[in-house]
């Protein structure tokens, strides 16, 4: 069947099967690679996404369902070709990926997490990353990057 | 890794939807959050030949207080609305502090209360706490419906008392009257993952500072949530004493049957019974002051 989804402000039309998960739709079908698939049944984390603004399972819908709703994916991070958002460049800075797999999806959790939490302590980014297994085990900077940047932006406001 | 193929219908009403699970009985599975389903599909354990999407019904997406404050929580309603309702928290307090148990937050955004009683996972939270606040489930099916109390919903591991035709529709929990207090803890390996053991606790005083009214429920602690009804009954008429509740927590290890896992033998999931019965008791006497 043809859907239309939306993605990161741009609509995707594609003829496709209703089994077919919304995460292959967005590697497969779109060419969207920067969500991760690790685990598949919804423990690991890996291809989070945004549903209407909300962290979700890429691995848990099916692409049909997707329609009339506005996804956005680990691609619509970054400003432009060649640069960081400051979350992105947090995680750079603050060494927050060793081999990268499991980004994307704390990305996409952290994303709407500092926007709901602006000052969050480490407890709070620690419940709030709970949800995504990094198997480099490399937790302690990944906490770090999202402080560095919940303090950045801190400081990036007029009359902080 | 890949769900079996299947028909997929997305019906934008309630009576369609129902229709269409009478016309294919067992072989539709309806889909609502899709947080136990999906996962089940992706291994092939379940492979639904017809899925019911509930997700269009507007009308399903339902939260909120009757007048005599009785909860009604439809079957599309979200566990992120639930938990961030300021009312839920403060009128049924336990039921936010056990969905903050469930999963991650991730999941929470997706998946349903209803979704997560029909799957009837033993070791969820959500069947024991449901027992514990006395709710009631709407069981609506095409041209009928009829109220079943939780006690009577959960029959086995990922078995309930719905009939093929029929939809978990509304979730109702009875308001806490003055006087109750209620905690819920579990044990878990790790955050978000299933409780090892899990124990919700509702207990009310009555005028004089003694126990009037006691419901004690665990999850892991057996095939279904189980009520433990001779602890709870043990404790009515009690000053609400650590001694009484270490005598209601010796009683719960003759009422519960845990079957254990590579995380939690029978013989430690039974101390973690005992240990979080008298804790969640104390913390609900607390909290009933």
């Known amino acids: 069947m043809k859907i239309t989804v939306r993605i990161n402000g741009a609509n995707h039309t594609r003829d496709v099967e209703p089994r077919l998960l919304l995460s292959d739709f967005l590697r497969h079908d779109c060419g969207l690679t920067g969500t991760h698939v690790g685990c598949e049944h919804g423990v690991c984390g890996a291809c989070t996404i945004l549903w209407d603004g909300a962290p979700a399972r890429a691995c848990l819908a099916f692409a049909v369902q997707a329609e009339g709703h506005e996804l956005r994916t680990v691609e619509g991070l970054a400003p432009g070709p060649g640069q960081l958002n400051p979350l992105q460049q947090a995680f750079q800075d603050s060494h927050g990926l060793q081999c990268g797999y499991c980004t994307p999806g704390i990305l996409m959790t952290m994303t709407a997490f500092l926007e709901e939490n602006p000052k969050p302590d480490e407890a709070q980014v620690r419940e709030a990353l709970s949800g995504n297994l990094c198997r480099c085990t490399g937790y302690q900077h990944i906490v770090d990057a999202v402080l560095r940047a919940a303090r950045a932006a801190e400081q990036r406001k007029p009359n902080a | ?289």
């Open chain 2, 1 to 289: 890794m890949k769900p079996a193929p299947f028909a997929w219908h997305a019906p934008d009403e309630l009576e369609a939807a129902l229709a269409l699970k009478a016309e294919h009985g067992g072989e539709a599975r309806f889909l609502a959050g899709g947080q136990s389903l999906v996962p089940a599909m992706n291994f092939r354990v379940a492979q639904p030949a017809v899925l019911v999407d509930l997700n269009r019904i507007a009308t399903l997406d339902t939260l909120g207080f009757t007048a005599d404050g009785t909860l009604v929580i439809g079957a599309m309603c979200r566990y992120r609305r639930i938990e961030r309702d300021a009312d839920v928290a403060r009128r049924l307090p336990m039921l936010a502090e056990a969905l903050a148990e469930v999963a991650h937050p991730q999941i929470r955004t997706r998946g349903t209360l209803a979704g997560n009683l029909c799957h009837a996972d033993p070791a969820s939270e959500m069947p024991a706490v449901m027992l514990a606040l006395a709710a009631r489930f709407l069981l609506r099916r095409k041209g009928g419906e009829r109220l079943v109390a939780a006690r009577d919903f959960f029959l086995g591991p990922l078995a309930t008392a719905l009939a093929e035709d029929e939809m978990l529709a509304e979730i109702h929990i009875p308001a806490l009257p003055p006087g109750s207090g209620t905690a819920f803890l579990e044990v878990a390996r790790r955050r978000g993952d299933y409780a090892m053991m899990g124990v919700a606790a509702v207990l009310r005083r009555g005028a004089d500072g003694r126990c009037a009214a006691a419901r004690l429920t665990l999850c892991s602690a057996g095939p279904v949530p189980l009520a433990a009804d001779r602890a709870a009954s043990s404790l009515l008429g009690t000053r609400l004493t650590a001694g009484d509740f270490a005598a209601a927590a010796a009683l719960v290890g003759a009422e519960i049957d845990p079957m254990g896992s590579v995380q939690a033998s029978p013989a430690y999931q039974r101390h973690l019974a005992g240990v979080l019965v008298t804790r969640a008791l104390s913390l609900a006497a607390e909290r009933a002051a």
